[in-house]
């Protein structure tokens, strides 16, 4: 596991203007500039002994500097000075990267929520109590080709191209002893044709989370935070430094008995506890409360509405019903850990071993995920 320490050296708020090679440009009508709120909700993460760490500490060293610029609109909200900044840390664990930063939740909150405004999204799931925000499906404008036609039409009749994918992002917070860890997970769609022949409409299909999108955004966020462009994407791009490739742990194993169907990860809890929540995010589930000392989320399907469509196969025929098809569908993903292995089970919205054919596709859906 690799990790990258750096100091912060200036507050930007002002989206994307020092990146001149642009991966992303997500177009949106929404205002981008909006007061800075601390919802009230979120103070009660500090109250609740069931998200803190089993064990473990993650330290941060605090940097001195000068005071950070005010940020418009916020003048009614706590905000983070830089002095009070620190340094932050950027962990990375083969494909998965987070950042460890040392303030509260409540602080970095609202930033997060601006980082994603000023970048042309909306939130469709706002939930200061868990700690997940995510966003509307978006078009990726910079992924269309950038020639001499396009930029003389596109000019006139900006929806005329249209690269017929759309990207939604999920930010999750965990709080720690010495701050939070901020995870940051892409979900994709692609419009397809619904037969060979092309000649019945068309539909959206997901299509696999890309890392470098995760890991773009993630760098962009740290300039967000206080970074400098430069060391931002630098931490970001480490390289890992998992051990060894001999000693990568075993690939999830499904085991499946009479009682129900489970799925062992050769890892210990801390670990296995990150590594579900990040399988989570990615394969759509919406991360409604999460109960660490008890090694619980209570997650629900997200139907990914802003993209247009009803989000076709796997998920709609595992969720759905004919009038609708994700109407308060429930589970409890379960963690259990001991001598090293974890275990993680499926349950009902009341706590009752699910051992039907969903449990069954959950867990097959997550081991292809935690590969």
């Given at each position: ?6 100091g ?5 708020t ?17 205002v ?13 993460l ?6 803190q ?5 993650v330290?941060?060293a ?25 340094d ?48 509307n ?11 001499i036609?396009?930029?003389t ?23 720690t ?22 000649d ?8 696999p ?15 967000t ?9 630098s ?19 499904v ?9 062992t990860i ?8 990150r590594?579900?929540?990040v ?8 991360v ?14 997200v ?5 247009g ?13 004919d ?28 706590g ?13 859906r997550?081991?292809q995920?935690?590969?």
């Open positions: 596991m690799a990790v990258v320490v750096f912060a050296t200036g507050c930007t002002v989206g994307d203007g020092l990146f001149s090679n642009d991966k992303v440009d997500y177009r949106s009508t929404v981008k500039t909006q007061p800075l709120e601390v919802p009230p909700d979120l103070t009660q500090s109250r609740e002994s069931r998200y760490p089993q064990g473990g500490v330290s941060a605090a940097a001195g500097g000068t005071a950070a610029p005010a940020v418009p609109g916020a003048a009614a909200a706590p905000t983070v000075a830089l002095n009070n900044l620190g932050m840390r950027v962990v990375r664990d083969g494909q998965r990267r987070w950042l460890v930063v040392p303030q509260t939740p409540e602080l970095l909150w609202p930033r997060l929520k601006t980082f994603w405004q000023e970048r042309g999204f909306t939130l469709v799931e706002d939930n200061a109590a868990a700690g997940v925000m995510e966003t499906w978006s078009e990726n404008r910079a992924k269309l080709p950038n020639d036609v396009r930029n039409v596109g000019r006139l009749l900006g929806n005329l191209y249209d690269t017929g994918e759309r990207d939604s992002y999920r930010t999750r917070l965990e709080r002893p010495a701050g939070t860890e901020i995870y940051l997970s892409h979900r994709g769609v692609e419009e397809v044709f619904t037969t060979q022949q092309r019945s409409g068309t539909t959206w299909r997901a299509r989370s890309e890392p470098e999108l995760e890991a773009e955004m993630l760098s962009r966020l740290l300039v935070l206080g970074a400098a462009e430069q060391p931002a994407r931490a970001v791009a480490a390289a890992p430094a998992a051990s060894a490739p001999a000693a990568a742990a075993p690939a999830p194993q085991v499946v008995t009479s009682q129900a169907t489970s799925l050769a890892e210990p809890f801390d670990r296995a506890w590594r579900l929540g399988a989570l995010d990615r394969s759509g589930f919406t409604e409360d999460r109960d660490r000392s008890a090694g619980i989320y209570y997650v629900r399907y139907d990914p509405k802003s993209a469509k009803e989000e076709p196969g796997f998920w709609s025929r595992l969720f759905g019903n009038t609708n098809p994700l109407a308060a569908v429930r589970y409890r993903v379960v963690l259990k850990s001991a001598a090293g292995q974890s275990e993680v089970s499926i349950q009902g919205s009341s009752n071993p699910e051992m039907g054919a969903n449990a069954k596709a959950i867990i097959a997550l081991a995920e935690l590969k």
